[in-house]
């Protein structure tokens, strides 16, 4: 790939940045089977890597929001042609074609070095070191609960008090968080029983832990429950359907699989449906995020340092030194146990 230059942006207003971290997760996996991902214009090959975190290194005469040195995260989708696009929500836009770094159309950051537009880089704290490669995921998960605060202001009245999140994995970990520092009750579900890495980080944010293996959404919901929020996080969708019978009533389930199968299941339809009717329940996805959601997450991320010191830090399982390692890293999103964070290291400050 030819070195990219700050002056390639329009304006005067380019940024430089020396790629420090990237991380990987299960878009990157899928992209590799080919179950989605499309290249950019011109090229027969498409840079993987969409979380991302890195140091500002140039900046055009333009450029006022940025100094050299400063920590900083590219968000992932640029704008295309439809109306929310131009609003600065291209996460909603209504375009069959959509431009997402490392994902489609747009080359990703796993390289040493991209150029961008301040409108696109947020910055991060230094203090948060590392553990802000995990901005990325984070700002989906804002948008979601986010989302769903936003649809039940419907309610007047409501406050949420209970929550489900299915799954732990860095989805699933970050959404408990996200939920703990709401005040909310959690049970985090997933297929692995302690004593696990995953189980102790829910533990350490004071929610509990249950394995499916032994505890189903229908009695965790009856021990726990109602839940006013189901965040699912496991890229299982039939189980989708289980929770929405589990909802409780006035309910918000949020959806953030991606998943690109082929799988079907008999549901019992016309009960799901009655319930969601007569019980003034939601059901919403969430996929990528604007500048809002970035801007949130990284108030969660922070906030998160000061109250549970060294848990971000804990999810960052599997470090790969060196872009020449990349085989190793892409190799790990498949170990087992299943790591909860790979990442891959490019550069050192």
Not at 27 to 33: G, H, P, Q, S
Not at 206 to 230: E, K, M, Q, V, Y
Not at 275 to 291: D, E, I, Q, S, Y
Request: aromatic content about 6%; proline content about 6%; some cysteine.
């Amino acid at each position: 790939m030819p070195l990219p230059r700050q002056e390639d942006m329009p304006d005067g207003r380019g940024v430089l940045v020396k790629v420090l971290r990237v991380g990987l997760d299960g878009t990157d996996r899928e992209i590799i089977a080919g179950q989605y991902g499309a290249t950019p214009s011109g090229y027969n090959f498409l840079v993987l890597g969409h979380e991302n975190l890195g140091v500002v290194e140039q900046v055009g005469p333009g450029v006022h929001e940025f100094a050299l040195g400063d920590h900083v995260v590219a968000m992932v989708r640029h704008p295309g042609n439809s109306p929310y696009d131009a609003m600065g929500i291209p996460d909603m836009t209504t375009d069959d074609i959509y431009y997402e770094h490392g994902i489609s159309r747009l080359h990703g950051f796993l390289t040493e070095y991209y150029a961008d537009t301040p409108e696109c880089l947020v910055r991060t704290p230094q203090r948060l070191g590392e553990a802000a490669v995990l901005l990325e995921p984070a700002s989906i998960i804002e948008k979601g609960i986010m989302q769903a605060y936003e649809i039940q202001r419907r309610l007047r009245i409501w406050r949420p008090q209970h929550a489900a999140v299915l799954g732990a994995g860095p989805v699933g970990l970050l959404a408990t968080l996200a939920l703990r520092l709401r005040g909310l009750d959690v049970v985090t579900l997933a297929l692995t029983e302690p004593p696990s890495l995953n189980a102790d980080l829910v533990a350490a944010l004071g929610a509990r832990h249950l394995s499916t293996r032994r505890t189903g959404l229908t009695a965790a919901s009856n021990a726990f429950g109602p839940f006013d929020i189901i965040f699912e996080a496991t890229g299982f969708s039939p189980l989708v359907f289980e929770a929405m019978e589990t909802l409780g009533k006035n309910g918000v389930l949020v959806l953030s699989s991606v998943t690109g199968g082929g799988r079907k299941v008999e549901v019992p339809a016309d009960a799901i449906n009655l319930g969601f009717v007569l019980g003034n329940k939601v059901m919403l996805g969430t996929v990528n995020a604007n500048r809002e959601h970035f801007e949130a997450a990284l108030k969660d991320l922070v906030m998160a340092e000061a109250q549970y010191p060294g848990w971000l830090s804990r999810l960052l399982t599997n470090r790969v030194t060196g872009l020449e390692n990349y085989r190793l890293a892409l190799e790990l999103l498949d170990a087992t146990p299943r790591p909860i964070k790979v990442f891959v290291e490019v550069a050192g400050e």
